[in-house]
């Protein structure tokens, strides 16, 4: 599986867009990006996913590079409740049906 | 609703005694997964199953055991051959086979202390 890196940490101000990126410069052609946040002591939530094109749905957007190298998450808005570990998982959804969690960034959210 | 219960949520058990973790889904998922997170960490996979009686491996499945006996459950017990056991656990679940997309649901944890 390709790895994935984020930085650790990253702060937005409410109601500003939060923009988190993810570095995978070793990334197939049939492996797809997921995003998943995970708020304190709770399970991760699945947010996006996505093979080369952008891709929006109700929580956020996802931007790939045209070279597949990186991508990075939007929060258009982000609210206080957006605080939360964000983990950037790279997959071949064809493989073993299993995901790999690195150890995300950890994004606050400020008033 | 439907979704996934882990139990118990918190779980205290003495050095050297097995432990059982429960997880039941409703969601007539074929595969389930156990995942461990220690403090400030990124989860680690233990063990999943994409159908029922069968299970593989994942990265940390020493001093673990699991069974899929049915498709809505996946218990998980932490052996005393488990060296650091204390973590949370997270059962999850996901569509399986050629109906597989990578979106998981995962039940709120388990936080096993030994002492």
């Known amino acids: 599986d390709a790895k994935t890196t984020q930085p650790p940490s990253m702060d937005c101000a409410e109601g500003r867009a939060a923009n988190l990126p993810c570095n995978h410069s070793?990334?197939?052609?049939?492996?797809?990006v997921y995003w998943y946040r995970q708020i304190h002591s709770q399970g991760p939530q699945y947010i996006i996913h996505?093979?080369?094109n952008n891709e929006t749905n109700e929580m956020a957007s996802l931007i790939i590079t045209e070279d597949r190298k990186s991508s990075t998450l939007i929060l258009p808005h982000a609210t206080l409740r957006d605080t939360a570990v964000y983990y950037c998982?790279?997959?071949?959804?064809?493989?073993?049906?299993?995901?790999?969690f690195g150890q995300g960034t950890r994004l606050t959210i400020n008033p | 609703d439907g979704g996934i219960t882990q139990s118990p949520k918190y779980l205290f058990r003495k050095e050297g005694q097995n432990v059982t973790l429960s997880c039941e889904q409703n969601?007539?998922?074929?595969?389930m997964y156990w995942y461990r997170q220690d403090p400030g960490q990124g989860l680690r996979l233990i063990y999943y199953s994409q159908i029922v009686n069968d299970f593989q491996k994942g990265d940390i499945a020493e001093g673990y055991s699991v069974s899929r006996e049915k498709k809505e459950s996946f218990p998980l017990t932490v052996t005393s051959a488990q060296k650091n056991p204390t973590a949370f656990y997270l059962c999850?679940?996901?569509?399986?086979?050629?109906?597989?997309?990578?979106?998981?649901?995962f039940g709120e944890g388990s936080r096993l202390t030994v002492l």
């Open positions: 998982i790279v997959w071949y959804l064809q493989g073993a049906q299993k995901l790999v």
């Open positions: 996505g093979l080369k």
């Open positions: 999850a679940s996901s569509s399986g086979g050629v109906a597989f997309t990578g979106e998981l649901f």
């Open positions: 969601l007539n998922h074929d595969a």
């Open positions: 070793t990334i197939s052609g049939n492996e797809y």
